[in-house]
């Protein structure tokens, strides 16, 4: 792992901390048996941090309610926690299914 992926940047003018890096975000799939009528149902998201790479379930609902995609980036800008995608060259605040989640792992 490169020591330079979890150094700050500059992004536009302020510096961004990365924490994580989502690799990828996996919806439940149900395949032929369909959705369960009972329990809760989880999605995954794979991420890496300073420590490597695990997985961390996210319950169904939370996960369609968010904006976590694939390539995303965790970190600190201003001393507060966001979400940046670079692809999109757009930094979003935590939404209410994203701040829940984010209270739930450890980063």
């Given at each position: ?10 992004l ?29 149902v ?50 979003y ?15």
């Amino acid at each position: 792992m490169m020591a330079g992926k979890w150094e700050p940047f500059d992004l536009n003018g302020s510096v961004f901390r990365p924490l994580a890096k989502l690799l990828y975000v996996e919806e439940p799939d149900f395949g032929c048996e369909g959705v369960p009528e009972d329990g809760v149902v989880y999605g995954s998201i794979v991420l890496e941090d300073k420590n490597g790479q695990r997985t961390v379930k996210m319950e169904e609902q939370q996960l369609f309610a968010s904006r976590l995609d694939d390539g995303m980036w965790i970190g600190k800008l201003a001393g507060k926690t966001v979400l940046l995608d670079k692809r999109k060259q757009h930094i979003y605040q935590p939404n209410e299914a994203e701040q829940s989640w984010l209270q739930n792992i450890s980063l």
